[in-house]
């Protein structure tokens, strides 16, 4: 298997497609201004105790207040919470100086532990998701590529996922000789075959991490303060995902191709070459076949083997995912081996939509009925078997007595959405429409406006790749007409994204051009 990563950014969003086999397997968007909040540390302040919950609410800087349960304190919280008071009222102090305190029980309750007003050092570990707040944690840690450092903790835990029990034993005592005091490790599966420089090296970047956070909190005037930020989004991904099984990563984007570029430098020198910078003219994920992919894979309806198809919808309490063998031919062997052949497709296909949608919570998935005990116990199997490669923790039951497979799935932040449904640019939904033979007369005024009357001579016109073909036609084509009449600052690119008749501008930096607001500076 081959793995490629393609980063997309402009001034309002960035994309990030990775795909396994030319296949697109993960995607991700956002808004530049969207903070990705999920391993951010912050000063914070309790707002309400809830006993009846066992759990407080805490103010940590967003729009709803964040949830902080009894068992999410950790057994190390009294150590934490002596050494935060310290550190507040002398300034930032060496986590070596720190008393380890009485641990926290399993059984208890909040009010023995918090008080109303008290502040905290809570981590974001879920997003806030439709109407609930962030949650947060006090078990603080802090991820790297090969090792996790947990402040206030002596534990050092291997992945269970490395079977050697000579390179577990070798690890954990590498771990041991150096790490400093009051510091918990967990070593991750890729530490496997590492040499001690290399974890060493990382070891002094997470503990690094950590004094700076204590400084910042120490300096916080105000709360809730953020004092220690999540790596960006692309770096992130690239933290938990990269392996020998890369290809080239391609940024569309020169801030973060250096920032990609930086980071795979430190993990992995050697490879630091399959980090591109893409200036082709076509957008990115136009030009390697991305964005067919997202029209194609996203939507109420999901085809994928010979006119099966799944039905995929979001309710507030569950998904829920209906297969249809569609208009497929019957298989020759009878109704049971053409149930199979579908359900063992539907399989290979959720496991990719699980991923690529980033579906969390409970999957409710109803399969053709199949009346073959040994069959049903295949498709079970293959469900576990794809869904192998998945990060977010799960769990798969078998098929109930209704043909019911109830799947439940990490949760951490809302799921991916992308709206492939096109409304017409021009009629705006009511039906009608100009001829579009005026289109190219209208495409014409728009740039006769930009040259002539907004002075902007240099500008790239994004049109739908049909649109594109038809202006481009002939020796005197259309395009060619406009670049001699307003000048050859005026190019034109086909765009996969856009429906027929859309279409926008944008200026030499790649930020779109509003016509209407440069009509109003002007």
């Known amino acids: ?41 912050y000063l914070a302040r309790v707002r309400k105790l809830m006993p009846g919950l066992n759990a407080c609410f805490v103010s940590a800087g967003h729009e709803r207040d964040s949830f902080l349960h009894y068992l999410d304190l950790g057994i190390q919280f009294r150590s934490l919470d002596k050494f935060l008071k310290q550190v507040r009222k002398k300034g930032a102090l060496p986590i070596e100086q720190a008393h380890r ?3 926290v029980g399993k059984e208890g309750s909040i009010q023995d532990i918090l008080q109303q007003g008290q502040e905290v050092l809570v981590q974001v570990v879920k997003e806030p998701i439709s109407t609930k707040g962030p949650r947060m944690t006090c078990e603080i840690s802090f991820p790297g590529r ?6 206030f903790d002596e534990k050092v835990s291997v992945s269970s996922k490395i079977k050697s029990s000579s390179e577990r034993a070798r690890l954990k005592q590498v771990i ?7 510091f918990g490790v967990i070593v991750r599966t890729v530490a496997e075959g590492k040499r001690v420089a290399e974890l060493d090296t990382e070891m002094k970047v997470l503990v690094k991490r950590w004094e700076e956070t204590v400084r910042r909190a120490a300096e916080a005037k105000e709360l809730p303060s953020l004092v220690y930020e999540e790596t960006s989004r692309a770096v992130g991904l690239l933290r938990d995902l990269f392996n020998p099984s890369f290809e080239n990563i391609y940024v569309d984007d020169e801030k973060h191709f250096h920032e990609v570029k930086d980071y795979v430098t430190l993990i992995a020198p050697e490879r630091a070459d399959i980090v591109k910078q893409y200036k082709g003219k076509l957008p990115i994920f136009d ?23 799944m039905i995929i919808e979001h309710t507030e309490a ?32 959720l496991a990719r939509q699980l991923r690529l949608r980033d579906m969390g919570g409970i999957i409710v998935v109803d399969f053709i009925d199949m009346s073959v005990a040994e069959d049903r116990q295949k498709l079970y199997e293959r469900m576990c078997e794809n869904m192998k490669n998945d990060r977010a923790r799960h769990n798969i039951l078998p098929l109930s007595k209704f043909g019911l497979m109830q799947i439940t799935r990490q949760r951490v932040r809302p799921a991916t959405e992308v709206n492939v449904d096109e409304t017409c640019p021009t009629c705006h ?26 002075n902007i001579r240099s500008f ?24 001699m009449k307003y000048g050859f600052g005026v190019k034109v690119i086909p765009s996969q994204k856009l429906a027929f008749l859309q279409y926008e501008f944008y200026n030499r930096k790649g930020e779109e051009i509003d016509m209407k607001e440069e009509i109003e500076i002007k």
């Open 1 to 41: 298997m081959t793995s490629e990563l393609f980063i997309s950014a402009n001034p309002k969003k960035i994309s990030i497609a990775l795909t396994e086999d030319k296949r697109l397997m993960e995607f991700q968007e956002e808004g530049q201004s969207t903070s990705y909040s999920v391993g951010n540390i």
């Open 101 to 103: 305190e009485q641990e």
């Open 146 to 151: 090969y090792l996790v450092l947990i402040p």
């Open 176 to 182: 041991q000789s150096i790490k400093p005091k009051n």
């Open 287 to 309: 030009n390697f076949d991305i964005t067919r992919q997202i029209k194609g894979s996203f939507g109420k309806t999901v085809s994928y083997k010979r006119g099966a198809y």
């Open 318 to 349: 569950l998904w829920v995912v209906d297969v249809n063998s569609g208009n497929r031919t019957r298989n020759s062997d009878g109704q049971e081996a053409n149930a199979l052949d579908v359900n063992l497709g539907a399989a290979d296909e």
């Open 429 to 454: 939904g009511k039906g009608t429409i100009k001829s579009s033979f005026m289109f190219t007369d209208v495409l014409e005024s728009k740039i006769d406006m930009l040259v002539n009357k907004l």
């Open 460 to 483: 790239t016109l994004h049109v739908h790749p049909f649109v594109m073909a038809y202006i481009n036609q002939g020796l005197w084509s259309i395009k060619r007409q406009w670049q």
